[in-house]
């Protein structure tokens, strides 16, 4: 099993920046990709970013593309989501979630376990 805890969402202003953390417990880690989520109200769960635990080989949806940064510090077991140049359109829960294998990581339905969320509001 793998537990997933997020912290560090909150109300922002347009243009400001959080740091999303990602906490992971449980079972090794070597060999999994750690991927950030959003949903906003009435949509679907999209892909932000993903991260190769053991390569750090990262992955970015072209709407975060040179805003977002995905990382992840080993000794920690933590994985982080800097988000600069924050927009309206950003406000969503997100999630952390992780799964074994590269294979359909931008796809929620692939990844086996999930964090509870974190609330990012940007205000205009």
């Known amino acids: 099993q793998v537990q997933l805890v997020e912290s560090g969402g909150g109300l922002v202003q347009a243009g400001g920046s959080l740091r999303l953390s990602c906490a992971a417990s449980g079972r090794t880690f070597r060999s999994v990709i750690m991927g950030w989520f959003r949903q906003a109200p009435g949509e679907e769960r999209e892909f932000v970013a993903a991260i190769n635990w053991s390569s750090g080989t990262t992955y970015d949806a072209d709407s975060v593309k040179d805003r977002f940064t995905i990382s992840r510090d080993n000794a920690k077991n933590t994985v982080y989501l800097q988000m600069n140049s924050l927009k309206p359109e950003d406000t969503a829960v997100y999630y952390c979630?992780?799964?074994?294998?590269?294979?359909?990581?931008?796809?929620?339905?692939?990844?086996?376990?999930w964090g509870q969320g974190t609330q990012v509001t940007v205000s205009p």
């Open positions: 979630a992780a799964k074994a294998g590269a294979i359909g990581l931008k796809y929620h339905r692939a990844y086996d376990y």
